[in-house]
């Protein structure tokens, strides 16, 4: 059984909303205090990446006067952006919009500066696979990146040719062949600069024709066109030529890869110099939805304090007859659902922590793993559980030593144990052989030029680097790292040699967070799954504070980016999937069906049979939605849905807000237009 497993950032940020919240931190100061304002200085303004600012704060009682208090605390957000030290020292690792905060006498006064992109430093161009013809074109594709690697798509980048009697090129990077020879196209943004030399031939070719795929076609199916060339053109192929198609909601890829969003007729054309070839492809409704059966529900509540208040929920592991439910509190519920109508409490486990994030177990269904942040002592790490029983696990061990920071996600493969550590940043590698005297075996992190040490009173924690989930499969592990995108690692499988103790790098996908979502959100890559020749990759995207503990809506954004890994050394992004106005949470993948829990955005069912390229939501890849709402959840109707996994013919979705949902699928909808809900 392959199981993804995250957790949300919640720690941090719920510790300084409750600062910064209405009242919660005047309540912690024992006398009143005379302050009425702050001011930090500087007010606003721009930072660099990597180049920190000294700010101060002056608080004010209700006359203007100067009151002689200093800062409790300082703070910036969102926290994957800039760090403050205690002194108001704030370091920046990303471009985007930082708040700073100052609390002085348990008030919160604000700064808001602007963190520059950091310059374009190269350009990354993809070498055209054969030469262009004398009249043909085609588009040069280009990616500007930073420094350390991110892409800058607004980077506006100038194309020239050193030789424009032979090739020519225009704004837009698309190289027309003018007469036989070789020139060298030019691409210069900012500090970087990238040559590609371009051989222009011949056209030899009298005569084009199309060869297309299977005749029928649904929206969101890759037809495959193969142009044929007549006269000449020895080595010919697809990239020989350039594709157009005419009609909205359809794309045809240099490669000749042909996919449709909506239905229609389209015409595509092949064109090499002045001799084309046209196919028209007919694209039918993909039909893909399919009833949604609510089999049975339970709230997740507290009942160890006699009360049965709703907590919420976190994570979830299904194995055999019983659900592991982990909580954004100090406990484990345990569910035996052999009748999954009815799922029944079977025990509460209580450990220190303010929040039990991942819970997985041994394949064999022996040992049990939870992971802990907020404890009490300042030790939270992981729990190791005797689970031989499952209806009533207990605790054997934990291990804290390198990891008291507090770990988010781990991933059990074999007597291994995955971890990442929320205070370095970092992977760790747990031998459990000996389940009562576990041991660190291996650690691996991404290096970078703003990578911050600072120390709290929780110890070291290492700011602009974050690891948030991972997977590990035939011995590869998958690494959401947050701001620096999916990593691989050789961790066995040998491809690098290299191994649980010295994991070996393979590839890395970076992203641009604040390209995609914009200024004021808190972004990552958050967590992933590998499935087939495909990793599919969640952005978890939330407002810069936020308190988890309220009852307030919290809006979320993110995509599912889909990374094409069959070039394992060279991962390429081919699709996302995209709710609007949702967040992207914790995916499964199994049987050409990916189940997911999309935060506000309820449960989610996706058909990603086949090929994928393009936007799967508007294809109509969607099979099925659960609105998870209920008016007895923690916040009442509002979906928040975890996480989702499959077993036992059915569906198992975990929702922060109203708890585990148990669904089944059923046949083709009737009503196209209804949404599954609670009783319906």
Request: glycine letters at 12%; one cysteine or more.
């Amino acid at each position: 059984m392959k199981k993804l497993r995250t957790f949300c950032l919640i720690t941090i940020l719920t510790a300084f909303a409750s600062l910064i919240g209405p009242g919660a931190a005047i309540a912690q100061d024992p006398k009143p205090s005379a302050v009425k304002t702050i001011e930090i200085s500087p007010a606003s303004g721009q930072a660099e990446v990597g180049k920190p600012i000294k700010f101060t704060a002056v608080a004010k009682d209700e006359a203007g006067n100067v009151v002689n208090e200093q800062p409790s605390g300082w703070f910036a957000a969102p926290f994957d952006l800039a760090h403050a030290a205690e002194d108001g020292t704030v370091s920046f690792f990303q471009p985007g919009e930082v708040l700073v905060v100052a609390i002085v006498g348990g008030k919160p006064g604000f700064a808001k500066v602007m963190v520059k992109a950091t310059p374009v430093s190269r350009i990354d161009i993809d070498a055209l696979k054969h030469p262009v013809v004398t009249g043909g074109r085609v588009k040069l594709n280009a990616v500007a990146r930073s420094s350390n690697g991110d892409p800058r798509a607004g980077a506006a980048i100038k194309w020239s040719s050193d030789n424009p009697r032979i090739a020519s090129v225009d704004a837009a990077g698309v190289v027309t062949g003018i007469a036989p020879g070789k020139a060298n196209i030019i691409a210069v943004s900012e500090n970087g600069k990238a040559t590609l030399a371009v051989t222009v031939s011949k056209n030899t070719v009298s005569g084009l024709s199309i060869e297309a795929g299977p005749g029928d076609a649904r929206t969101g199916d890759v037809i495959r066109l193969n142009a044929r060339a007549k006269g000449g053109g020895a080595g010919f192929d697809n990239f020989s030529v350039s594709w157009a198609v005419t009609g909205e909601g359809a794309r045809v890829d240099p490669d000749g890869g042909f996919v449709a969003e909506r239905p229609g007729t389209y015409i595509v054309t092949a064109a090499s110099g002045s001799v084309e070839a046209h196919v028209s492809i007919i694209v039918a409704p993909r039909n893909a939805e399919r009833e949604l059966e609510v089999v049975g529900h339970t709230l997740t509540r507290d009942m160890t304090d006699g009360k049965g208040a709703v907590v919420q929920a976190a994570e979830q592991w299904i194995f055999g007859n019983y659900a592991y439910v982990s909580t954004i509190s100090d406990k484990l519920l345990v569910y035996d659902i052999s009748d999954p109508a009815n799922p029944k409490l079977t025990e509460t486990l209580k450990v220190d922590a303010r929040t039990v994030n991942d819970v997985s177990t041994t394949a064999d269904g022996k040992i049990g793993v939870i992971t802990r942040e907020g404890a009490s002592n300042r030790k939270n790490g992981i729990v190791f559980l005797d689970t031989s029983d499952l209806a009533h696990p207990k605790v054997v061990s934990e291990y804290t030593l390198t990891v008291t920071g507090g770990v988010h996600s781990a991933y059990i493969d074999g007597r291994y144990v995955y971890l990442t550590d929320d205070a370095t940043g970092s992977m760790r590698v747990i031998d459990f052989r000996d389940v009562k005297n576990p041991k660190e075996v291996g650690r691996w992190q991404v290096e970078s030029d703003v990578v911050t040490a600072f120390r709290t009173k929780e110890g070291e924690v290492i700011g602009g680097r974050y690891v948030h989930d991972l997977q590990i499969i035939d011995g590869l592990a998958y690494l959401a790292y947050w701001r620096d995108g999916l990593i691989i690692l050789d961790v066995g499988n040998g491809m690098k040699g290299g191994s649980p103790e010295n994991p070996k790098l393979v590839s890395q996908f970076r992203f641009n967070h604040n390209e995609l979502y914009g200024n004021g959100w808190l972004a990552g890559t958050h967590s992933v799954f590998r499935y087939k020749n495909y990793v599919f990759v969640g952005d978890e995207v939330f407002p810069p504070i936020f308190n988890i503990e309220g009852k307030a809506r919290i809006p979320v954004r993110g995509i599912m980016h889909v990374i094409d890994v069959s070039d394992i050394m060279n991962p390429k992004k081919v699709a996302e999937y995209s709710v609007p106005e949702a967040g992207a949470h914790n995916m499964w993948v199994e049987n050409d069906l990916l189940y997911m829990g999309y935060y506000n955005g309820g449960g989610r069912v996706l058909d990603v049979s086949g090929e994928l390229r393009g936007e799967l939501y508007r294809q109509g890849r969607e099979i099925a939605h659960l609105f998870a709402g209920h008016p007895e959840g923690y916040r009442s109707n509002l979906p928040f849905t975890w996480g989702a996994q499959p077993h036992k013919g059915l569906i198992y979705f975990n929702d922060i807000n109203s708890g585990l949902w148990i669904v089944k699928l059923g046949g083709p909808k009737v009503n196209k237009g209804s949404t599954t809900e609670p009783g319906h």
